[in-house]
């Protein structure tokens, strides 16, 4: 087995120190004003510290037409910059790397709208009954340049790139699914209608932040959706053709929202859980694909790295429990990540490990994953 998982490489556009990531997870830690707050700095330091190669960052909101929630990241304006900045210095004088995810919620919110909901068509999210209004062409015109806006204050800030989030029912996925996307016009009717809006959007950024500034892009390999005409694998590879040939300099593999058969974040009964789609599109892209979703186990992650094209695992859950989980492989300690997958660290008060709470804040939080249960059924 050729083993270079903890090794040097230059993955998507930027070297890194191995090829073990963190997948993007959301904080919910930014101040009332979407400023980077020192609770999370000391969340990156610590990932930093804990060796993990690259740092995908929680989803980033940017644009006016979005209603991300209050604890998000705020990049829509130049004051963001200084605060991020200082976040990005701290991973790198720390020797990880930060890329920044960046995305619009669109109508997928876990909480009351502050403005109109707008989506690709009028289909009603069934994750919270909302029925969107329909983005006019004028309006996807802003949203690209706003996408192109913010990823130029994110390079500005010494970010080493930016990853458009494409997946999981927000809503670029949903302009992605013939199920929410009824379109008539060039931004929906087919695969390649659907992934227009992305195509834009990779070309916005691109001009906005020049050629080599790297651009990822993370997307679901299936929706897992209940509907017949659900977006599926077939799907997903026109996509990943489109976006390849877009110039994107990487893509993650994921899978599943928040209401179809499968969530982005099963429970532990499921691993590696989207390693075959991720294998089949490595062997058929020729760009980098990381894969994420359900790696647990220090064997598994070197033999996938050394066994197939894929370029990068990336962990979420794992390095909420453990961020020095990669320093713990590394230094020879090869047992399995202590994350049991319960999804507890969905902490409406901030993304927290469920073992780490006490007292009352447990019992509260018991109750946030009752609820969770049985909103999303075992597989969450
Ligand atoms: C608390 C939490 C927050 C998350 N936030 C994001 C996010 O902001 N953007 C995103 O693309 N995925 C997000 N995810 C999904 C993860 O990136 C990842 O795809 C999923 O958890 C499966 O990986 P894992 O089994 O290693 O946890 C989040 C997951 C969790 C548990």
Not at 349 to 378: P, Y
Request: aromatic share 8%.
């Amino acid at each position: 087995m050729n083993n270079t998982m903890f090794e040097t490489a230059t993955i998507g556009g930027i070297e890194v120190q191995n090829r073990i990531f963190r997948s993007a997870t959301f904080e919910g830690l930014a101040t009332k004003e979407g400023r980077v707050s020192p609770a999370m700095k000391e969340m990156y330091r610590s990932l930093a510290k804990g060796g993990v190669g690259m740092i995908i960052t929680g989803y980033m909101g940017f644009s006016a037409s979005d209603n991300y929630s209050p604890s998000t990241i705020n990049v829509g304006n130049d004051s963001a910059v200084g605060p991020l900045a200082e976040l990005a210095k701290i991973v790198h004088d720390n020797g990880s790397r930060i890329v920044a995810q960046i995305s619009h919620v669109g109508s997928q919110l876990t909480f009351a709208p502050s403005q109109i909901v707008l989506g690709p068509s009028d289909v009603t999210d069934p994750a919270n009954g909302i029925q969107p209004e329909p983005f006019t062409r004028e309006q996807i015109r802003e949203l690209v340049k706003e996408f192109g806006q913010a990823a130029l204050r994110l390079k500005t800030a010494g970010f080493d790139g930016v990853q458009i989030h494409g997946a999981h029912g927000y809503l670029l996925s949903k302009f992605l699914s013939p199920v929410y996307n009824r379109r008539t016009d060039e931004y929906g009717g087919s695969p390649e209608k659907n992934v227009r809006i992305i195509l834009e959007v990779v070309e916005s950024i691109k001009t906005a932040c020049g050629p080599d500034f790297p651009v990822w892009i993370k997307l679901n390999c299936s929706d897992f959706g209940r509907e017949e005409k659900a977006y599926g694998f077939d799907d997903f590879m026109i996509t990943a053709k489109a976006v390849a040939d877009s110039g994107v300099d990487a893509i993650e593999v994921s899978g599943g929202t928040m209401t179809g058969r499968h969530s982005p974040c099963r429970s532990k009964i499921h691993s590696a859980y989207h390693l075959d789609e991720a294998r089949k599109t490595a062997a058929e892209l020729d760009l980098p694909i990381i894969c994420v979703g359900g790696f647990r186990k220090v064997d598994e992650l070197e033999t996938v790295l050394a066994e197939t094209n894929i370029a990068a695992v990336s962990m979420c859950r794992p390095l909420i429990r453990e961020p020095g989980l990669v320093n713990r492989w590394a230094g020879g300690d090869r047992s399995d990540a202590a994350c049991v997958a319960c999804n507890g660290c969905f902490n409406p008060t901030g993304t927290r490990c469920f073992f780490e709470l006490q007292g009352k804040e447990r019992e509260a939080q018991k109750e946030v994953m009752k609820m969770m249960k049985a909103m999303r059924g075992n597989d969450a």
